[in-house]
């Protein structure tokens, strides 16, 4: 009977450390997950501060003539809270965005999207002061729309160009300090650079190549600058320019035109510019367009939270 009752008491042993392993297994199980680079990354949650113009919203048109477009579910912060989420970081998104914002009208009073004195910049500020413990991720789409009024005609309005540069220069520096101010120390930052849908224009021959060309010169400017801006206070630039081939001027084939420069092809694939009414030509991007920006955005965040 001692005999029996002292293999009993074993078992139990063994049966309770068992138990212990599948419980300590499982909890690895859900903490632990796989990134997409095949590092480990700690199954964390935060939040996604998206700011910015319309892109920022994934808007894209209608189909509706003489309508600016509408927000879709699609764009490339969605894209962003997708991928991250498949690495084990859930991200709540804030997207507060206004359609036309510029870094200039971030300053002032002419912000239509919020009723005064509320504007997109206040809202930001207050929001990151009341998650400065979180972890979090703020991405700052500003500047094209500083420069697009110069680009959208038969020619490029030089004299126009020159004063959204300028704008961008002396303005976004402010508005990056006020956040980074206000963000807590788990916040990061990503600032976004642009391709170039004008160089669409392209399509049309003749003086539009000129105009297209001149449109790329204009946008590798502004992203250059915008480039300094973000360097300057450590805040890594996703290379968007890249994703959409602005620099490759290799031949490529495009269905039902020919072949065109690749980053005329580009642009073309990747935005709705090159769509016949009623649907284009419209400069934002479409679903492919908004991943590849995303796919940018996802390079210069952390591996591991």
């Given at each position: 009977?001692?005999?029996?009752?002292?293999?009993?008491?074993?078992?139990?042993?063994?049966?309770?450390?068992?138990?212990?392993?599948?419980?300590?297994a499982?909890?690895?199980?859900?903490?632990?997950?796989?990134?997409?680079?095949?590092?480990?990354?700690?199954?964390v949650?935060?939040?996604?501060?998206?700011?910015?113009?319309?892109?920022?919203?994934?808007?894209?048109?209608?189909?509706?003539?003489?309508h600016?477009?509408?927000r879709?579910?699609?764009?490339?912060a969605?894209?962003?809270v997708?991928i991250?989420?498949a690495?084990g970081?859930v991200?709540?998104?804030?997207?507060?965005?206004?359609p036309?914002e510029?870094a200039?009208?971030?300053?002032?009073?002419?912000?239509h999207?919020?009723?005064?004195?509320?504007?997109q910049?206040p809202v930001?500020i207050?929001?990151?002061h009341e998650n400065?413990?979180?972890?979090?991720?703020v991405?700052?789409?500003?500047?094209?729309?500083?420069?697009?009024?110069?680009?959208?005609?038969?020619?490029?309005?030089?004299a126009?160009?020159?004063?959204?540069?300028?704008?961008?220069?002396?303005?976004l520096?402010?508005v990056?300090?006020?956040?980074?101010?206000?963000?807590?120390?788990?916040v990061?930052?990503?600032?976004?650079?642009?391709?170039?849908?004008?160089?669409?224009h392209?399509?049309k021959?003749?003086?539009?190549?000129?105009?297209?060309?001149?449109?790329?010169q204009?946008?590798t400017?502004?992203?250059?600058?915008?480039?300094?801006?973000?360097?300057?206070?450590?805040?890594?630039?996703?290379?968007?320019a890249?994703?959409?081939?602005?620099?490759?001027?290799t031949?490529?084939r495009?269905?039902?035109?020919?072949?065109?420069?690749?980053?005329?092809?580009?642009?073309?694939?990747?935005?709705?510019?090159c769509t016949?009414?009623?649907?284009g030509?419209?400069?934002?991007?479409?679903?492919?367009?908004?991943?590849?920006?995303?796919d940018?955005?996802?390079?210069?965040?952390?591996?591991?939270w």
């Open positions: 009977m001692r005999h029996r009752r002292k293999r009993r008491k074993s078992a139990t042993v063994i049966a309770v450390v068992a138990i212990m392993v599948v419980a300590a499982g909890v690895l199980t859900r903490v632990f997950l796989p990134s997409a680079t095949g590092a480990s990354t700690t199954g949650s935060g939040f996604y501060l998206d700011v910015g113009a319309s892109a920022s919203l994934g808007f894209q048109p209608t189909g509706i003539v003489h600016n477009g509408h879709t579910d699609t764009g490339y969605n894209d962003v997708a991250e989420k690495k970081v991200l709540k998104l804030r997207q507060i965005g206004c036309g510029t200039e009208s971030m300053l002032s009073m002419g912000d999207c919020y009723t005064l004195p509320s504007r910049l930001a207050k929001f990151l400065a413990s979180a972890i979090g991720l991405t700052i789409d500003l500047g094209f729309n500083d420069v697009r009024p110069c680009l959208t005609t038969a020619t490029v309005d030089m126009c160009v020159e004063q959204g540069i300028t704008n961008v220069r002396n303005d520096p402010k990056l300090a006020q956040l980074k101010a206000a963000a807590g120390p788990q990061h930052f990503v600032g976004l650079e642009y391709g170039d849908p004008f160089l669409a392209y399509l021959g003749g003086a539009s190549i000129t105009a297209a060309t001149q449109s790329l204009v946008m400017q502004l992203d250059n600058l915008l480039e300094s801006i973000y360097t300057a206070v450590h805040i890594p630039t996703a290379n968007i890249g994703q959409y081939k602005s620099a490759n001027l031949p490529a495009l269905p039902n035109i020919g072949v065109v420069p690749q980053n005329v092809a580009s642009v073309c694939t990747l935005t709705w510019m016949p009414p009623p649907w030509p419209d400069d934002h991007p479409n679903n492919d367009g908004y991943r590849a920006i995303a940018a955005i996802v390079a210069k965040l952390p591996t591991t």
